[in-house]
């Protein structure tokens, strides 16, 4: 029996479903096991960047150590179609307040653009009631950036 092997994609390809994207999934280096949690993110064209909340396990594994693996995926609800990309880099927290401020007003565009639902504030840590305009005025979260990218898997069905 012959193994089909999934096709891989270009890197015009994956720039573009990460682009088309805002929710990723990151896998941390855990204690025993690996732990992984979704993120909305923002692309420049360059770096990824993500808000984290200023609390949970994601910190302290993030603190010891910042390598992580970022997937990406686009699927059509029945599978027929599926495309996923995963960068396995690390996280750098962004210091720079000209830079954080200029990541948070992306958070702000994209989250209005895509109409996402107020709901999701409550995964930066804000509450639900609060408009996207708040991640620029209280900084409840730290800003990351992907950086020192050294493997890129990017696959497709079609």
């Not at 990824?48 to 603190?63: A, D, H, M, V, W």
């Amino acid at each position: 029996m012959d193994v089909l092997k999934i096709p891989k994609m270009e890197k015009q390809e994956y720039d573009r479903i990460i682009h088309e994207g805002h929710v990723s999934r990151i896998a941390f280096r855990g204690e025993n096991f690996p732990y992984i949690a979704p993120f909305m993110y923002v692309f420049d064209g360059k770096y990824l960047y993500f808000l984290s909340t200023k609390y949970g396990r994601k910190i302290g594994y993030f603190r010891s150590n910042p390598a992580v693996s970022v997937e990406i995926e686009q699927y059509s609800p029945d599978l027929s179609t599926f495309r996923f990309v995963s960068l396995q880099g690390r996280l750098e927290e962004v210091r720079d307040p000209v830079i954080s401020r200029d990541v948070r007003a992306r958070f702000v565009d994209m989250m209005k653009r895509r109409g996402l639902s107020s709901a999701a504030m409550s995964a930066l840590g804000h509450s639900p009631e609060d408009p996207p305009e708040k991640i620029l005025e209280e900084e409840r979260n730290l800003v990351w950036k992907l950086v020192g990218v050294k493997d890129i898997v990017a696959l497709k069905n079609a």
